[in-house]
């Protein structure tokens, strides 16, 4: 179900998961899941080894907004169109068997234009009405018609399996326009958290030559990570020039490692200079291996959605976004308005410091103009950038 119908259906609260689901669908809620180290799982060459041949169901944390990773724009890339991604972090539940330990995450992956991939383009891949329509299904969980955010803990639902590509095993719809390969994300806890970001060395993923430790069992080095929100302390960049939205730098921590930086496309990057060394510096591990004629045992790199001028961020909210869940509504709206206290009269209420939002100790037109220039509407992403 796509597109205004399915919109519809979410206005009225009606969107029911039952009538969602296809008639020629496996039966989800008796599968066994799938785990992320499983479904990542790689030869001695790095080339995945998951069997891709029928439906997987998975689980994990989403750590992203997809806006800040890629760019989502109808026909915005050259090549592919519109893109979406989304990292899902592999996360122990109480009450799991002792051997569903699970390490890493894994990419979501959507392309408007995959009809060029298997050589059918245009009529294989999507129109700019049908790419808008799947982004808003892929960003809502179709029980509730939540739209997900960084933190939730979701079900993967893939009809065809995914492909490997570039080191890495995708969840995609293998690169085929039918309603048979779509995958889904249906929600399992709302806000149930983002993971604490793994602390790790360039010491644990390069060894002394400033190569790639490669382990096929994904025990330890640079594979173990992949796809896991990790941080990294006391670093520098090489050099800052490419500083800015999809940049790509280098950081280097005084023992000839170094790591490449991929930038996301937050507003940090373009509001606030390079930090000064050393910094700390948090993203999402990740591996695009350009390269396959020796194997897939590098190009593993540090995907950083955003910056806030002081510190790097997974997530990085507006200030009017007083709810933090993405966007500038009503829902914000409703604080803002219950803290009003009009001009030169202080705001003492704990609650409604977050409503001063230019700082003057009241909560008046002034902070309401800086509130307008915030507004997204529901379901969109608020650009933090706004306050400026």
Same mark, same amino acid.
């Given at each position: 179900?796509?597109?205004?119908?399915?919109?519809?259906?979410?206005?009225?609260?009606?969107?029911?998961?039952?009538?969602?689901?296809?008639?020629?669908?496996?039966?989800?809620?008796?599968?066994?899941?799938?785990?992320?180290?499983?479904?990542?799982?790689?030869?001695?060459?790095?080339?995945?080894?998951?069997?891709?041949?029928?439906?997987?169901?998975?689980?994990? $944390?989403?750590?992203?907004? @997809?806006?800040?990773? /890629?760019?989502?724009?109808?026909?915005?890339?050259?090549?592919?169109?519109?893109?979406?991604?989304?990292?899902?972090?592999? $996360?122990?539940?109480?009450?799991?068997?002792?051997?569903?330990?699970?390490?890493?995450?894994?990419?979501?992956?959507?392309?408007?234009?995959?009809?060029?991939?298997?050589?059918? #383009?245009?009529?294989?891949?999507?129109?700019?009405?049908?790419?808008?329509?799947?982004?808003?299904? +892929?960003? #809502?969980?179709?029980?509730?018609?939540?739209?997900?955010?960084?933190?939730?803990? $979701?079900?993967?639902?893939?009809?065809?399996?995914?492909?490997?590509?570039?080191?890495?095993?995708?969840?995609?719809?293998?690169?085929?326009?039918?309603?048979?390969?779509?995958?889904?994300?249906? /929600? +399992?806890?709302?806000?149930?958290?983002?993971?604490?970001?793994?602390?790790?060395?360039?010491? &644990?993923?390069?060894?002394?030559?400033?190569?790639?430790?490669?382990? &096929?069992?994904?025990?330890?080095?640079?594979? #173990?990570?992949?796809?896991?929100?990790?941080?990294?302390?006391?670093?520098?960049?090489?050099?800052?020039?490419?500083?800015?939205?999809?940049?790509? /730098?280098?950081?280097?921590?005084?023992?000839?490692?170094?790591?490449? $930086?991929? +930038?996301? /496309?937050? @507003?940090?990057?373009?509001?606030?200079?390079?930090?000064?060394?050393?910094?700390?510096?948090?993203?999402?591990?990740?591996?695009? !291996?350009?390269?396959?004629?020796?194997?897939?045992?590098?190009?593993?790199?540090?995907?950083?959605? !955003?910056?806030?001028?002081?510190?790097?961020?997974?997530?990085?909210?507006?200030?009017?976004?007083?709810?933090?869940?993405?966007?500038?509504?009503?829902?914000?709206?409703?604080?803002?308005?219950?803290?009003? @206290?009009?001009?030169?009269?202080?705001?003492?209420?704990?609650?409604?410091?977050?409503?001063?939002?230019?700082?003057?100790?009241?909560?008046?037109? @002034?902070?309401?103009?800086?509130?307008?220039?915030?507004?997204?509407?529901?379901?969109? +992403?608020?650009?933090?950038?706004?306050?400026?």
């Amino acid at each position: 179900m796509r597109g205004k119908n399915r919109g519809l259906l979410r206005a009225a609260g009606v969107l029911l998961l039952a009538a969602y689901a296809r008639a020629d669908d496996p039966d989800w809620s008796s599968m066994s899941y799938t785990l992320h180290r499983q479904y990542q799982a790689v030869d001695a060459d790095g080339v995945g080894t998951f069997p891709l041949t029928a439906p997987v169901k998975m689980r994990g $944390v989403v750590l992203n907004w @997809s806006q800040n990773m /890629l760019d989502g724009t109808p026909g915005a890339d050259p090549f592919m169109g519109g893109l979406w991604q989304r990292y899902v972090q592999a $996360v122990d539940l109480p009450g799991t068997p002792d051997d569903d330990d699970d390490f890493g995450g894994t990419a979501c992956w959507m392309g408007q234009n995959i009809g060029k991939i298997v050589g059918n #383009h245009p009529a294989g891949s999507y129109t700019d009405e049908q790419w808008l329509a799947e982004l808003d299904r +892929l960003d #809502h969980d179709p029980a509730t018609g939540r739209w997900f955010r960084p933190g939730d803990l $979701v079900e993967i639902r893939a009809r065809a399996p995914g492909l490997f590509f570039r080191g890495k095993t995708n969840i995609n719809e293998q690169h085929v326009n039918v309603p048979e390969a779509d995958f889904d994300l249906v /929600l +399992l806890q709302a806000d149930y958290g983002l993971p604490a970001p793994e602390l790790i060395s360039l010491a &644990q993923v390069k060894d002394a030559g400033d190569n790639f430790i490669f382990d &096929q069992t994904r025990a330890t080095g640079a594979e #173990h990570y992949q796809g896991t929100a990790v941080q990294i302390n006391g670093v520098s960049f090489t050099d800052t020039t490419n500083w800015g939205p999809d940049g790509e /730098l280098t950081i280097q921590d005084g023992t000839n490692r170094t790591l490449p $930086v991929k +930038l996301g /496309l937050g @507003s940090g990057f373009t509001l606030y200079e390079p930090p000064e060394p050393p910094f700390d510096i948090l993203g999402i591990f990740d591996q695009e !291996d350009l390269n396959g004629d020796d194997g897939y045992k590098d190009g593993y790199r540090l995907w950083v959605m !955003d910056y806030d001028g002081g510190s790097f961020k997974l997530v990085r909210y507006a200030p009017a976004d007083f709810d933090q869940d993405g966007d500038v509504d009503d829902d914000d709206y409703g604080h803002f308005e219950a803290c009003a @206290s009009g001009p030169a009269i202080e705001q003492n209420d704990p609650s409604c410091e977050d409503a001063d939002l230019d700082g003057d100790s009241d909560v008046d037109q @002034s902070d309401f103009g800086v509130f307008q220039r915030c507004i997204s509407g529901p379901d969109k +992403l608020a650009n933090p950038a706004c306050a400026g």
